[in-house]
């Protein structure tokens, strides 16, 4: 979502699709409602089942042991979903403090301490995402090679890396504004909200990074999930025109075909989940008024309702992933559940 208010939110300038929308007068009340449901009642039920899907994913895995690279990287994945579904509820915990009378600007303390968050953790989980994929497609491309270069310890390092420049790119952010009280002519009231002391163009610089660096993982993890599927096809045509010696020792690979199949799946799911959130994030950049407080709020947040529920299914569903696709994960969760050692 929009990380700043835009200092231009009364702007005149034609903005295409959106002034026709906007012309189209659909009652307010109506986005609002549509809004409401989405960001809140079927969020916050999403939510809520994927964040114990998502404690079960990490208790399997950490039962499982983080001793390979797959196990890592899928441990880290689901750590960075379960925190965005937990900030999902947390932002909806706010939502219902705005009904309150207290001095406090909560659409400010919303978007500091739950939306900009969630923003972080969505391009987190999109850096883990691809990383996986990569080290998938060039295990398939190159197996022998690659397995000697993706270790164990080097996927550990690998991983806090992203998480650490990740946490980093969003110290600018925070920098940028402090909690302080502010006078709202409109209200004639001195309310507790956010006060930004950055330059409209370190502002702009920070978001612009933030918007184009979504499009590039996402387009990435594209290109190297197409190459990771051909990688794979060429793989099975050579298996099927293999001799039996040939096929008894790629039987040795069955259960490697089945996680790249699940690794291309995952990657799939959050293209198409993510792809709606990416593409708001430019609309919001190239359109004035298209953000919170601006002429476009009813549409933004009405369409950015939707971008959420997409968003909290990825962080939910690769669960179901996990246990179709993975044996070892399966047998896990069986014994788990059946208190067994």
């Known amino acids: 979502?929009?990380?700043?208010?835009?200092?231009?939110?009364?702007?005149?300038t034609s903005n295409g699709?959106?002034?026709v929308l906007w012309t189209i007068h659909v009652p307010e009340i109506h986005l609002?409602?549509?809004?409401?449901f989405n960001l809140i009642v079927l969020s916050g039920l999403i939510s809520v089942l994927g964040t114990v899907a998502n404690v079960i994913n990490l208790i399997v895995f950490y039962r499982q042991g983080l001793n390979t690279n797959i196990n890592i990287s899928f441990f880290a994945l689901t750590l960075s979903d379960l925190s965005c579904l937990i900030l999902q509820?947390?932002?909806i915990v706010i939502e219902f403090f705005k009904?309150?009378?207290l001095p406090i600007v909560f659409t400010d303390f919303q978007h500091a301490t739950a939306a900009w968050p969630h923003e972080l953790l969505t391009r987190l989980t999109c850096a883990i995402t691809l990383y996986i994929t990569v080290e998938r497609c060039l295990c398939v491309m190159l197996p022998f090679a690659i397995s000697k270069i993706f270790t164990v310890k080097r996927t550990l390092v690998v991983i806090i890396c992203i998480y650490g420049v990740h946490f980093a790119s969003w110290i600018p952010a925070y920098t940028s504004c402090y909690i302080g009280w502010k006078f709202f002519p409109e209200r004639n009231q001195t309310l507790l909200g956010l006060i930004f002391v950055a330059t409209e163009q370190t502002i702009a610089i920070f978001y612009i990074a933030n918007a184009f660096s979504g499009v590039?993982?996402?387009?990435?993890?594209?290109?190297?999930?197409?190459?990771l599927k051909w990688q794979l096809r060429i793989?099975?045509?050579?298996?099927?025109?293999?001799?039996a010696e040939q096929k008894?020792?790629?039987?040795?690979?069955?259960?490697?075909?089945?996680?790249?199949?699940?690794?291309?799946?995952?990657?799939?799911?959050?293209v198409v989940c993510y792809t709606p959130s990416v593409t708001l994030s430019l609309i919001t950049f190239c359109v004035p008024g298209f953000n919170v407080g601006g002429k476009y709020f009813e549409i933004y947040q009405f369409v950015w309702s939707f971008a959420y529920v997409l968003e909290n299914i990825n962080s939910s569903g690769n669960i179901f992933l996990y246990f179709k696709m993975g044996s070892k994960y399966r047998s896990t969760f069986k014994r788990l559940f059946r208190n067994e050692d």
């Open 1 to 12: 979502m929009k990380l700043f208010k835009d200092a231009d939110n009364n702007s005149e």
């Open 216 to 227: 590039f993982v996402i387009t990435c993890i594209v290109l190297v999930t197409l190459i």
């Open 89 to 91: 509820q947390w932002h």
């Open 248 to 270: 008894k020792a790629e039987m040795l690979s069955k259960r490697e075909r089945k996680t790249v199949v699940m690794v291309i799946l995952i990657a799939v799911i959050l």
């Open 17 to 19: 699709f959106l002034s």
């Open 99 to 101: 009904y309150t009378n």
């Open 235 to 243: 793989k099975s045509d050579w298996r099927n025109s293999a001799n």
């Open 32 to 36: 609002q409602i549509v809004s409401f």
